[in-house]
C-alpha cells in the first residue's frame, strides 16, 4: 500500500505542529513547577511595589512637612508681630504715665518744699523770740516733715 506524497506531508506538518504544540506545553508545565523562580519573580515584584509606594509616601511626607512648616511659620511671624504692637503700646502708656507721674512728683516736692521753707521762716523768727521750746517744736517739726516727704516720695 503506497500512500501519495500529498498525503505524507500533510501528516509531516500536522506531526510537527503538534510536536511544537507539545513543546510549548511542557515548557509551560515546566514553569508552572518552577517554584523558585515563580517565588523570585513574585518577590521581586512585590519589592518594587513596595519600593514605589514607600517613595510616594516619602514625597508625600516631604510635602506635607514643608506646607506645614510654611504654615507654621506664617503664623508664629502673625503673632510675633501682634506681639510686638502691643507691646508698643504698652511701652508708650508706660511711658505717659511715667512722665505724668514725675510732673506730679516734681509738683508735690515742690509744694513740701515750700512748705518747708514757710516753716523753717517762721521757726526761725520764734527761735528769735522764744529760743529753747522753739528749738525742741522745730526738731520735731523737722523730723515731721522728713518722714512726711519720705513717704510721699516711696508711693
Same mark, same amino acid.
Given at each position: 500500500?503506497?500512500?501519495p506524497?500529498?498525503?505524507?506531508?500533510?501528516?509531516?506538518?500536522d506531526?510537527?505542529q503538534?510536536?511544537?504544540?507539545?513543546?510549548? %506545553?511542557? *515548557?509551560?508545565?515546566? /514553569? @508552572? #513547577?518552577?517554584?523558585?523562580?515563580? $517565588? +523570585?519573580?513574585?518577590?521581586?515584584?512585590a519589592?518594587?511595589?513596595?519600593?514605589?509606594?514607600? %517613595?510616594? *509616601?516619602?514625597?508625600? /511626607? @516631604? #510635602?506635607?512637612?514643608?506646607?506645614? $512648616? +510654611?504654615?507654621?511659620s506664617?503664623?508664629?511671624?502673625?503673632?510675633?508681630?501682634?506681639?510686638?504692637?502691643?507691646?508698643?503700646?504698652?511701652?508708650?502708656?508706660?511711658r505717659?504715665s511715667?512722665?505724668?507721674?514725675?510732673?506730679?512728683?516734681?509738683?508735690?516736692?515742690?509744694?513740701?518744699v515750700?512748705?518747708?521753707?514757710?516753716m523753717?521762716t517762721?521757726?526761725?523768727?520764734?527761735?528769735r523770740?522764744r529760743?529753747i521750746?522753739v528749738?525742741?517744736?522745730?526738731?520735731?517739726?523737722?523730723t515731721?516733715a522728713?518722714?512726711?516727704?519720705?513717704?510721699?516720695?516711696?508711693?
Open positions: 500500500m503506497s500512500t506524497s500529498g498525503s505524507n506531508d500533510q501528516t509531516r506538518r506531526i510537527q503538534t510536536r511544537a504544540e507539545l513543546g510549548e %506545553t511542557v *515548557a509551560a508545565l515546566a /514553569a @508552572k #513547577t518552577d517554584f523558585k523562580t515563580r $517565588a +523570585r519573580s513574585k518577590a521581586t515584584t519589592v518594587g511595589g513596595l519600593r514605589g509606594r514607600v %517613595t510616594e *509616601a516619602g514625597q508625600s /511626607a @516631604k #510635602t506635607r512637612a514643608t506646607q506645614l $512648616a +510654611r504654615t507654621v506664617q503664623k508664629a511671624s502673625k503673632r510675633v508681630a501682634s506681639v510686638e504692637q502691643k507691646s508698643q503700646h504698652t511701652i508708650g502708656a508706660i505717659g511715667a512722665r505724668a507721674g514725675a510732673q506730679t512728683a516734681g509738683k508735690a516736692e515742690s509744694s513740701v515750700t512748705s518747708a521753707r514757710a523753717t517762721k521757726i526761725g523768727s520764734s527761735v523770740t529760743p521750746p528749738l525742741a517744736v522745730t526738731g520735731t517739726a523737722a515731721l522728713v518722714i512726711t516727704y519720705r513717704r510721699r516720695r516711696s508711693r
